[in-house]
């Protein structure tokens, strides 16, 4: 009996002290950060290719490159994370979040020294997303070998 007051004074504590949330209004943030993320890699495409007369492919690979070093530049001067306070998952999902991960464990982990810090700490969160990543576009690939030699794909 004492045990199930505990767990209830526990829950009490727990509802009290947790942040209130507004998930609708989460949701929209998310959206229209997420959204302005796309509009300014649509820009940057739309640009490369009508300005600069780049081809898609080689527009697109300017268009990551650009959105990755103006996320870690962001992260750099402690801008992202204000975003990512305001846009939730907008911010931290496309490419862009990934950038902030990989450049914020480096600033992180610095002071630690350049290769037991930096070197050996800067893929912390991004490193299960890379391997599980690869993993799966291996096994993917595999099965769908596997399927074009037993002619299931065609």
Do not use: H, R
Request: hydrophobic letters at 45%; aromatic letters at 12%; a neutral charge.
């Amino acid at each position: 009996m004492e045990q199930q007051q505990k767990m209830e004074e526990y829950q009490e504590y727990v509802k009290q002290n947790s942040p209130k949330t507004n998930l609708p209004m989460q949701m929209a943030k998310a959206f229209v950060m997420g959204g302005l993320i796309c509009c300014v890699g649509q820009f940057i495409v739309s640009m490369a290719t009508q300005q600069f007369g780049l081809d898609k492919e080689t527009a697109a690979a300017w268009c990551s490159m650009l959105l990755i070093l103006t996320s870690a530049l962001l992260t750099g001067f402690n801008l992202y994370g204000k975003l990512v306070k305001w846009g939730g998952a907008g911010a931290l999902v496309p490419i862009t979040g990934f950038a902030n991960s990989v450049v914020s464990s480096a600033i992180e982990y610095k002071t630690e020294g350049q290769v037991f810090g930096i070197g050996c700490k800067i893929f912390t969160i991004a490193g299960p997303v890379i391997l599980f990543g690869i993993v799966t576009s291996w096994s993917l690939g595999l099965l769908y070998w596997i399927g074009t030699v037993f002619g299931i794909v065609a």
